[in-house]
């Protein structure tokens, strides 16, 4: 566990649960995913990260000052969220020191929760979830459900340092990617990510009050999409449109 | 010999990466500065969309997000050759009560930006759509010279 991260825990953490991320990142796909869950499946904060590292920024919640890294969490669920756009050096150690913790608490898979931009995002009728894996079992798992596989390229982010530290780790993990919008809060790419969520691991949110309110959703969404979009640029995202060239 | 090649003097193309970099560095900077605002606008009731700019070999395509937005209140006019105001009315006010915030009062009821297009473009030929909240705009571009290839 980094030395400079705490994760400090409010509540019992129960063990063996799914650990979900829900990070700033491409459409917001992650955080809006989680911001719903939060609230359909009434999943209580059980944990937050106190750390110099992060950004001297507290969120207020009815007067109340709470970290802008949380863990929310019932029986079956653990899921962490950020509230800010986090800068890209802070990526490896928050992560890090998130799977560090869950993996002490015994927990049996880590989802992470995005998006994968696509150009044509605002033609596109039907969107598609893709998935990536830190094992082949992991991989065999989601193709078994039927989500197509990111079989080549690039991958940029809070995903990316945790499918390769649960890969290093042995820790089963996947990572689902919805395609959206790559500048614009993306709530229909977040009903997506979670249809295909509940298709892995039977975690079912309904969605339709999501799609309701994207507008909304939207809306509101705009300043914390603009911080990202920084972040975004400085981490070099734009390289997920990239080719790569494979050493083999 | 390390000593040797410390001291060795740095090639032009070092020097050019060099200046880019610096370049880049200080855009970056004026970005964040320009960017530092709030996306609200009180006195004017107005609400700045997020919007992004792609330019391609023949055109420069402008995005804007506008959810709520009336389409048939969406107006884009050139302002001069190298920028435009965007506005558009929404369908509904909406106030900082209405996102929890209370410690501020305002409400809004339209859109509104400007945005600089960063090569000559030809603005009387714009094309313009909206699909899914988001308004898309068309600029071919004004090729005003090219250099002939031998």
């Not at chain 1, 050096?89 to 002490?104: A, T």
């Not at chain 2, 006010?93 to 930006?113: A, M």
């Amino acid at each position: 566990m980094n030395e400079e991260i705490k994760i400090i825990e409010r509540k019992e953490i129960p063990k063996g649960a799914i650990m979900l991320f829900g990070f700033p990142d491409v459409g917001l796909v992650g955080v809006i995913a989680a911001s719903h869950m939060i609230s359909e499946l009434g999943l209580e904060e059980v944990a937050y990260m106190d750390s110099r590292l992060l950004p001297p920024i507290i969120v207020l919640h009815e007067g109340l000052p709470h970290s802008p890294v949380r863990i929310f969490g019932n029986q079956n669920v653990l899921l962490a969220v950020s509230e800010t756009a986090l800068q890209g050096e802070l990526i490896y150690p928050i992560m890090h020191s998130l799977i560090d913790w869950g993996r002490g608490k015994g927990v049996k898979m880590m989802i992470s929760i995005s998006g994968i931009p696509v150009q044509d995002r605002q033609d596109l009728e039907e969107l598609k979830v893709f998935a990536a894996a830190s094992s082949p079992e992991m991989l065999k798992i989601a193709q078994d459900k039927g989500i197509e596989i990111l079989r080549e390229g690039y991958m940029v982010g809070p995903q990316a340092v945790m499918l390769q530290y649960c890969s290093t780790l042995g820790l089963p993990a996947l990572t689902l990617l919805a395609q959206c919008f790559f500048n614009y809060p993306d709530p229909e790419a977040a009903a997506k990510a979670l249809e295909q969520l509940a298709n892995v691991t039977g975690v079912k949110v309904d969605v339709s009050k999501l799609l309701e309110k994207g507008e909304e959703i939207r809306l509101k969404a705009r300043d914390m999409m603009k911080r990202t979009q920084q972040e975004l640029t400085k981490m070099r995202k734009t390289q997920e449109y990239d080719i790569p060239l494979y050493i083999s | 010999m390390a000593e040797e090649s410390s001291k060795r003097r740095r090639s032009i193309f070092d020097l050019i990466d060099e200046y880019f970099e610096n370049l880049e560095a200080w855009a970056e900077r004026v970005r964040e500065t320009i960017m530092e605002r709030p996306s609200w606008n009180c006195r004017t009731c107005t609400v700045e969309p997020l919007r992004d700019i792609m330019v391609t070999s023949n055109e420069v395509i402008v995005t804007v997000d506008l959810p709520y937005a009336e389409q048939n209140t969406i107006q884009v006019k050139p302002v001069s050759s190298d920028t435009i105001e965007i506005s558009a009315k929404m369908r509904r006010k909406v106030s900082f009560d209405d996102f929890g915030i209370t410690h501020y009062r305002g409400e809004f009821q339209r859109f509104h930006c400007q945005t600089r297009i960063p090569v000559p473009v030809y603005m009387d030929r714009m094309e313009i759509r909206f699909k899914r909240g988001i308004l898309e705009i068309r600029l071919p571009r004004k090729h005003e010279y090219e250099i002939p290839i031998e």
